[in-house]
């Protein structure tokens, strides 16, 4: 079915109506070609356009976002430009927090009646109270209807079954991967994970069914490959064409996004922002891998400097901050993530007009450690373990201070194909060269670390920095 100019729609109306029965023929490469290879100029028209008109909307309708605002004089008609749009306050995590707390259950930032509220979600409250969304109808068919066309751009199409390997629960995460992939016309398979035995299970489930793409976090994978081998099943016998991921940095680092290709012979795709910035999939590598793109016209996204909160130019490192753009009962607007990464605007072989972040995410700015004077993240340290011979897939830091000196220690099983001696050495020259820092080595005999059904924890602090 052709579409009548979808830029058109797009620059005309807000929030935009979509077709909803719109599907491009399966050969197609974009789901909107004439989006998402438009010139930087169209994109950015689209891009203000929707900023203007979630800011307005936000300001009429969320008492939260009129406090803000009012208390520092902004009014939505100072915003004439994105150069504009980088003086309005960042919102933060802790803001979300007190707001809760202040207007239980659901804040004050919610812009319909409760009547019309859809869908409730909340975060998994790894740290602290855990934060509640509310999704009206319209805006959950268009989380649904956008990560459908990012998942085309990986390569799904309808003919797919996708194997859904992630929490259920309150990870949204599995709800924005399920509802995409219903709007994409593809076959779903919600099966979940973190229940006793459910791995073994879906190792049998995986060699019945075959289906040919996998969703969940790189850890698991890992830990799903271990397990089919221990029952004697090759991983690539799964058939899976692709994989794709978020909840943690993994299918980013350059070592681990090899390790899954290779062990199932699919193409691992990262992707993935925060719940809070749903449609969480606004940032998702495409078929070519190059990193994962921004879809600006999905969720506006600014790398921006961890102290000014101004924008970063190409090639500079900051923390992304998001705005997503077509939400109306719970508008979000320039939600800081905390996280670490570098971005570029050259040009992907995919065609694709949008900016990528060529390392994903590879740190955040609040859980990086610091050892002596150095900052080093988890996902550098996985990028050595990762390519090393003779190792296991997990590891843990261990950072301690014995009197003055901090002294790390990275924890990592050996399989036994090479020689202790050799294997320490190695690990302590590549991880010397790859963060600058010493690290004493522990090697434990395969299985030892505790395995995860969902993230990783990899980080143990034993440093008390009250004394
Ligand atoms: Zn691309």
């Given amino acids: 079915m052709m579409q009548t100019s979808v830029l058109k729609t797009v620059l005309q109306q807000w929030p935009p109506q979509y077709d909803k029965s719109y599907l491009p023929e399966d050969k197609e490469k974009y789901w909107y070609k004439e989006i998402e290879t438009a010139s930087k100029e169209e994109l950015n028209d689209i891009i203000l356009f929707k900023i203007k008109n979630v800011v307005h909307y936000a300001y009429e309708h969320s008492p939260f976002y ?118 994409l016309g593809a076959k779903t398979f919600p099966f979940g994970a973190g229940q006793t035995g459910q791995t073994e299970k879906a190792v049998s489930w995986l060699k019945e069914v075959k289906p040919t793409v996998f969703y969940g976090t790189p850890s698991y994978a890992l830990y799903l490959a271990e397990k089919a081998k221990e029952q004697g099943v090759d991983p690539k016998a799964f058939g899976f064409r692709i994989m794709f991921f978020s909840g943690e940095p993994g299918a980013g680092v350059p070592s681990t996004k090899r390790k899954i290709e290779e062990t199932f012979g699919a193409i691992c795709i990262d992707s993935g922002t925060m719940a809070e910035a749903t449609p969480w999939m606004s940032s998702t590598e495409c078929e070519h891998r190059t990193g994962v793109h921004l879809w600006l016209d999905v969720v506006y996204t600014e790398v921006v400097d961890k102290d000014t909160k101004l924008r970063v130019p190409y090639g500079g490192e900051g923390v992304p901050v998001y705005t997503p753009l077509e939400r109306t009962s ?7 993530s905390g996280d670490l990464t570098t971005w570029t ?78 294997l320490i050495s190695q690990i302590g020259r590549e991880l010397k060269r790859e963060t600058g820092v010493t690290f004493k080595t522990e090697l434990l005999p395969a299985g030892t670390l505790e395995r995860t059904q969902f993230k990783a924890k990899r980080v143990v602090d034993q440093r008390d920095f009250r004394s």
């Fill in 345 to 422: 605007d050259e040009p992907c072989p995919c065609g694709r007009v949008y900016p990528r972040l060529p390392k994903g995410i590879y740190g955040r700015i609040d859980d990086m450690i610091t050892v002596r004077g150095v900052n080093v993240y988890a996902s550098m340290v996985e990028n050595v373990i990762r390519r090393i011979e003779g190792l296991g897939e997990e590891f843990r830091l261990v950072v301690s201070r014995e009197s003055v000196m901090d002294e790390v220690t990275i924890q990592c099983e050996t399989l036994g194909s090479k020689a202790n001696e050799e």
């Fill in 330 to 336: 719970q508008p979000v607007i320039r939600y800081w």
């Fill in 66 to 183: 009129q406090r803000k605002w009012n208390k520092i004089g902004l009014h939505p008609s100072d915003i004439n430009s994105l150069k504009d749009f980088e003086q309005i306050p960042i919102t933060t995590k802790a803001e979300v927090r007190e707001d809760l707390e202040e207007h239980p259950p659901f804040g004050s930032n919610v812009c319909v009646p409760y009547t019309e509220v859809h869908r409730i979600h909340g975060t998994s409250g790894t740290t602290g109270k855990p934060t509640v969304f509310s999704f009206g109808k319209d805006d959950w068919e268009r989380i649904a209807h956008q990560h459908a066309r990012i998942m085309w751009s990986f390569g799904m199409r309808p003919s797919d079954l996708v194997f859904i390997a992630s929490p259920l629960s309150l990870y949204i995460g599995s709800w924005g991967a399920l509802i995409g992939a219903e709007r």
